[in-house]
C-alpha cells in the first residue's frame, strides 16, 4: 500500500503525559498537513510542511504542540502535557507541489490517529 | 476561502441516485469548488473538484450552477458503501502551499 500511513492509529494515555505520532506521507508528494477531527466535526487545520519547512501553523496548535519534519519525509506531532480537551482524531494528509496555478492539487489522507486522554 | 452550507444529513435508496447540494454565494473567481468524503473511521477521501464547468469522474459527477454559486455532487447509483460525510470545500489554488477548510458535511445514510 503506498498511500499516506499513521501510527498509531490509537493511543490511550493519562492527562499530563506526552504523546507523539508519526505520518508516512505518499513518497513523490513534499507537502504535509495535519488535521485535528473532533466528533461530528470536520477535520481542522494544524500545521502544513513544504518538504522540511513548516509554513504555517493554525492558532489551534497550542504551545503544547509541536510537529517537525527533520528530512523532508515523515512527521512527527507532539503532544506535550495532554489535557482531556486534546482527545481527537490526528489526520495527516499530503500532496504533490503545485506548479503554475494547476488545480491538480488534492489532498490525500492518512487514517488518522485516534487519541484518548484519561 | 468561502465559506460553503450543506444540510446535515439525506437519505438516499440504494441504486438510486445520490444528489447533494453546497451553498457557495460567497465563491470568488478564483476559488475551484472541491467535495471530499469520509467514511467512518477513514481519512477524508477526495472525490471530484472543478472551477466553472461541470466536470465527472469514475466516482461522480459535480454540477456547478452557471452564476457559481450551489453546486451538487452526483453519485448516480449509489451503494451502501457510500454511506459517508460528503465535504463540500471551496479553496484557492495558487503554487503555494494550502489547508483545506472542512464544515461539519451532509451526512449521507444509504439505505437498502
Known amino acids: 500500500d503506498t498511500g499516506v500511513s499513521q501510527d498509531p492509529r490509537h493511543k490511550i494515555t493519562k492527562r499530563g503525559q506526552n504523546v507523539t505520532f508519526r505520518c508516512d506521507p505518499i513518497?513523490?508528494?513534499?507537502?504535509l498537513y495535519w488535521y485535528r477531527q473532533t466528533l461530528g466535526q470536520g477535520p481542522e487545520f494544524l500545521t502544513y510542511?513544504?518538504?522540511?519547512?513548516?509554513?504555517?501553523k493554525s492558532r489551534l496548535l497550542s504551545d503544547r504542540f509541536s510537529a517537525e519534519r527533520p528530512k523532508g519525509s515523515f512527521s512527527t506531532l507532539e503532544i506535550q502535557r495532554t489535557e482531556q480537551g486534546d482527545s481527537a482524531m490526528y489526520l495527516c494528509?499530503?500532496?504533490?507541489?503545485?506548479?503554475?496555478?494547476?488545480?491538480?492539487?488534492?489532498?490525500?489522507f492518512g487514517p488518522g490517529t485516534r487519541l484518548t486522554v484519561l | 476561502d468561502a465559506k460553503t452550507t450543506q444540510p446535515p444529513s439525506m437519505d438516499c435508496a440504494e441504486g438510486r441516485a445520490a444528489n447533494l447540494p453546497c451553498n457557495h454565494s460567497?465563491?470568488?473567481?478564483?476559488?475551484?469548488v472541491y467535495w471530499y468524503r469520509q467514511i467512518h473511521s477513514q481519512g477524508p477521501q477526495y472525490i471530484i473538484h472543478?472551477?466553472?464547468n461541470n466536470e465527472t469522474n469514475e466516482m461522480a459527477s459535480l454540477i456547478i450552477t452557471e452564476d457559481r454559486k450551489s453546486s451538487t455532487l452526483i453519485l448516480p447509483h449509489a451503494t451502501l458503501r457510500d454511506t459517508a460525510v460528503y465535504y463540500c470545500?471551496?479553496?484557492?489554488?495558487?503554487?503555494?502551499?494550502?489547508?483545506?477548510?472542512f464544515g461539519a458535511g451532509t451526512r449521507l445514510f444509504v439505505k437498502a
Open positions: 494528509a499530503s500532496s504533490l507541489p503545485n506548479y503554475g496555478g494547476s488545480s491538480n492539487n488534492e489532498q490525500f
Open positions: 513518497s513523490e508528494h513534499n507537502r
Open positions: 510542511f513544504q518538504n522540511e519547512a513548516q509554513l504555517e
Open positions: 460567497t465563491i470568488s473567481g478564483n476559488e475551484y
Open positions: 472543478g472551477l466553472k
Open positions: 470545500i471551496v479553496r484557492v489554488v495558487y503554487t503555494g502551499g494550502f489547508k483545506t477548510i
